[in-house]
Each structure stands twice: as structure tokens, then as C-alpha cells.
């Protein structure tokens, strides 16, 4: 199966600044690449995805790059607020199986 | 348009019994994912179904069972049950039109003791 990895495992920034949470996954034939966030009690949400053919996209504060021959790929948070603290997940699709990181805590200090 | 909905949303058992938990995906939605959450982890991957019929299946023992009815809904079993199959169970709903893109529900909490 996929073997998938997130770094840093927390992460801490003041409000304002930046965060980049990496996901580095196994699997070369994995082509779908999104980002889940999850508040404490509540259910995963997607909030960003990549697919192969594609190496950035950006929504708003939020943007995903693809780095398909490293196999790695990361969320970039801008302008961080209080109400970005939460887990991020990210979950590189093999197929019709998601396999899923081991999250990041992410707090942002006002 | 109701989103992905699922039941119970608490569950106490007893080691050694058997539970069953539901799932209604997102309306327009065919495939019904099962995802086991324990605490401070990541959703680890049950099986998927599609067209009633099983199509993928993660690293879980048989114990672990389900099905999914001509409306799309689906269950979830779990037989034998341990200390250890306590966790969020999540079931996420997708389709044709969303392509790979799911859509969780706010799970069931299964306590086993």
C-alpha cells in the first residue's frame, strides 16, 4: 500500500505569518492529491486538491504545489487567522483508495 | 440538499458483540467509503462500494463487513468487536460528477468496553 508521510507533525505560527505543511507519499501511480482540514470533533473537509497534470493551484489564502518525480506534495497557508488551527490531512489517491497522513496540528497564536 | 448523513452518532458495546452503523451519502453520490479514525490519527482506508458490490478494501480483518443498498446507502459491520476497534467511523460519499472529490459525514463514535 501507499506509504505516506506529513511534516512537521505540529506547528505553531503567529497570526499573520505563513505555514507549509509536506506530504510525501510512495506510490508513483497516485494522481489525485487533496488536503483535508478537521476542528476538533468535526469531520474532515476538503479544502484543497491537485491533480498529476497540474503543479500549483491557489485559492485565496490557500494554495497546493505538486512535485509528481520528487513525490511529495504541500499546503501553503497565507495570512494565517485563529480559525486556521485545526489537523490537516493530506491523502494522495491510488485508485479509488485514499490513504491518509498522520495529520499536522496546526495552532496560530493572535 | 442534505449532505452525507450517518447513525448513530454514539455507540457503547461490549467486547465480543457485533455492531452495525449507516451511512446516506450526499444525494447524487453512488460510492459509499468507510474510513476507522482512532483517536489522535489519521482516517485509515475499510473498503469502498460501488453498484452494491464491494470494489476496494483496506487492511481490515473480515470482521469487518458491509453492504450497500439499491439507494446507494450504505452499512457498516463490525463482528467480534475489541478494545481496539473503538474509534470514529467515518463514511465519505462521492459520484460521477465529483470525480475523486469526497464528502465525509460527522461519523459514528464506537466505545467498546
Known amino acids: 500500500g501507499e506509504n505516506v508521510e506529513q511534516h512537521p507533525s505540529t506547528l505553531s505560527v503567529q497570526e499573520g505569518d505563513s505555514a507549509v505543511i509536506k506530504c510525501t507519499y510512495s506510490d508513483s501511480a497516485s494522481n489525485y492529491f487533496p488536503w483535508y482540514k478537521q476542528e476538533l470533533g468535526k469531520r474532515p473537509q476538503l479544502i484543497i486538491d491537485i491533480r498529476s497534470n497540474v503543479g500549483e493551484k491557489k485559492d485565496q489564502r490557500i494554495a497546493v504545489t505538486l512535485n509528481k518525480t520528487a513525490k511529495h506534495f504541500s499546503l501553503h497557508i497565507t495570512e494565517t487567522q485563529p480559525e486556521d488551527s485545526a489537523v490537516y490531512f493530506c491523502?494522495?489517491?491510488?485508485?479509488?483508495?485514499?490513504?491518509f497522513g498522520t495529520g499536522t496540528s496546526l495552532t496560530v497564536i493572535p | 440538499d442534505a449532505g452525507v448523513t450517518q447513525s448513530p452518532t454514539h455507540l457503547i458495546k461490549t467486547r465480543g458483540q457485533q455492531v452495525t452503523l449507516r451511512c446516506s451519502p450526499k444525494s447524487g453520490h453512488d460510492t459509499v467509503s468507510w474510513y476507522q479514525q482512532a483517536l489522535g490519527q489519521g482516517p485509515q482506508f475499510i473498503f469502498q462500494?460501488?453498484?452494491?458490490?464491494?470494489?476496494q478494501r483496506g487492511n481490515f480483518p473480515d470482521r469487518f463487513s458491509g453492504h450497500q443498498f439499491p439507494n446507494y446507502s450504505s452499512e457498516l459491520n463490525v463482528n467480534a468487536l475489541l478494545l481496539g476497534d473503538s474509534a470514529l467511523y467515518l463514511c465519505?460519499?462521492?459520484?460521477?460528477?465529483?470525480?475523486?472529490?469526497?464528502?465525509f459525514g460527522p461519523g459514528t463514535r464506537l466505545t467498546v468496553t
Open positions: 462500494y460501488y453498484e452494491e458490490e464491494e470494489r
Open positions: 491523502a494522495p489517491n491510488t485508485g479509488n483508495q485514499f490513504y
Open positions: 465519505a460519499s462521492s459520484g460521477r460528477l465529483t470525480g475523486d472529490e469526497q464528502y
